[in-house]
């Protein structure tokens, strides 16, 4: 571990919630973590800009997916096992609920879908999109999954006036 | 309203008219004579714009052209474009369900999902009865060992297989038509049960033991060498001891002759060398067997 760094993440840092929460327990309002993570962005864009925040976001979002992979998901033998894995693991924790809608065996190209999203389900339409954090943590999760590094871009959003979310996660080549 | 302004009121009413009856074509500009009305101008072209795109999607929509992009922020689409998702869903679910995948659920499509969700049922049911089927079709009912059809399969598929030498085993069971005629079928068969069970833990899960009927038992061993055959045969001796020592009403002992078969040997052959070799054994054990009766009655 790094001296200088306070708090690098492990899945310790989440803590042992039940002791800490006897009477409130694991659940709080979606408005609360929304309120979290828009003002983490909002400070981000201020101090490094637009494209930096949106950086910090996919890189938070992939640390994060790494672990969740390691510590809720584990191994899968394919595809279709990972996928059935995570619409549970997704589902039972209140994210949201996923979709594969394509997957191209030879490309490897896999368009994914995430309704009722944890990040922007009934937020106004800005016009763009804005689930970058989810961007990194799908990467991780098929990047853990499958042994390859993959490029997610999210190509529709509630924000841009859909009802759900469109992930298009492509293999990166060399 | 002036002369000017009426003209334009009925050149943007023609416009609306002309998008109810589905003509998307492009708005001619007007603002420029009349600057006051570039955005309903702007508006109504956004609005042709968005029904042109809407009517495209939903024509590929319904040709099945499930493969197109979705438009990006087009509202008037949305439930075209929950539609779409959902087919497309549908679509890798069913390509799942093709490759074997009967765990898919649909609870997004009302009626729908019901029947399909049936079908899916219908499927998993079809596929229990197929694998019970198959399963009594290679298996003896009485031991769950494979039967003598899969043994002679597998035969065949090792002679055609890779995994050489092949060690064949044949092991009969001694006095078992003695216990039938003095205990009883029901605890004879209890014996071909418990004897079933000395092979199973005294092999590898690769290799295959079958009943061929009455008390004879075959195994094929792959890639074992005789080395590794006699090896299991003292397995057996061990598994077969230890049983033994619990006072029961019979005991498994098995008379037991194996052989090796390299690449290119027929296992047809080696199955007869290994019978031979256990019909050599069971003479010698009764020999032994009567000379230690000799031997107590003296």
């Not at chain 1, 065996?105 to 990040?119: A, C, F, N, P």
């Not at chain 2, 019901?114 to 298996?139: G, P």
């Not at chain 2, 052989?259 to 256990?278: C, I, Q």
Request: proline share 3%.
């Amino acid at each position: 571990m790094n001296a200088d760094r306070k708090y690098e993440f492990t899945w310790a840092l989440l803590g042992n919630i039940t002791e800490g929460r006897p009477n409130l327990g694991h659940m709080m309002r979606l408005e609360v973590y929304r309120l979290m993570q828009f003002c983490f962005r909002d400070v981000m864009e201020q101090r490094h800009g637009n494209e930096e925040a949106d950086a910090i976001m996919y890189q938070s979002g992939y640390l994060a997916g790494t672990h969740f992979h390691r510590q809720l998901i584990g191994e899968t033998a394919s595809l279709a096992e990972l996928v059935k894995k995570l619409q549970s693991t997704l589902k039972d924790l209140s994210i949201g609920i996923l979709r594969v809608e394509k997957h191209d065996e030879e490309t490897g190209e896999i368009v994914m879908t995430i309704s009722e999203d944890l990040d922007c389900s009934g937020l106004p339409v800005l016009d763009y999109e804005v689930c970058t954090y989810d961007e990194g943590f799908i990467a991780a999760i098929l990047e853990s999954a499958l042994g390859k590094k993959f490029q997610v871009k999210e190509v529709d959003c509630w924000c841009t006036g859909d009802r759900t979310c469109r992930f298009r996660a492509v293999p990166v080549v060399g | 309203m002036n002369k000017r302004e009426a003209l334009i009121f009925r050149e943007m009413n023609e416009h609306l008219s002309r998008l109810l009856r589905g003509d998307f074509s492009p708005v001619r500009p007007i603002s420029a004579e009349a600057p006051d009305f570039q955005t309903l101008e702007d508006s109504i072209a956004r609005l042709a714009a968005l029904l042109a795109e809407a009517q495209n999607f939903v024509s590929a929509l319904c040709q099945g052209k499930l493969e197109m992009d979705t438009p990006p922020r087009n509202p008037l689409i949305d439930p075209f474009k929950q539609m779409h998702a959902n087919l497309r869903h549908l679509t890798w679910q069913t390509k799942q369900i093709a490759a074997g995948d009967l765990d898919q659920h649909v609870d997004f499509l009302g009626e729908f999902s019901v029947a399909f969700n049936s079908m899916i049922e219908a499927l998993r049911e079809k596929r229990l009865a197929e694998e019970k089927v198959l399963y009594v079709s290679i298996h003896d009912p009485l031991t769950d060992l494979y039967n003598r059809g899969y043994f002679e399969e597998e035969m065949a598929r090792a002679e055609r297989g890779r995994n050489f030498p092949v060690s064949i085993m044949m092991a009969d069971l001694d006095g078992l038509k003695t216990i039938n005629d003095t205990l009883g079928h029901a605890l004879g068969d209890m014996l071909i049960k418990d004897a079933a069970n000395v092979l199973r833990k005294a092999v590898r899960s690769n290799d295959v033991v079958a009943r061929l009927g009455g008390d004879e038992y075959a195994l094929i061993l792959p890639g074992a060498d005789a080395v590794c055959a006699a090896r299991v045969v003292d397995r057996i001796r061990e598994i077969e001891a230890e049983f033994n020592r619990e006072p029961r009403e019979y005991q498994v002992r098995f008379s037991i002759g194996f052989a090796t078969s390299g690449v290119g040997e027929p296992l047809v052959e080696t199955l007869k060398s290994a019978d031979e070799r256990m019909y050599r054994d069971k003479i010698a054990r009764k020999a032994a067997l009567a000379e230690a009766m000799v031997r107590e009655t003296n």
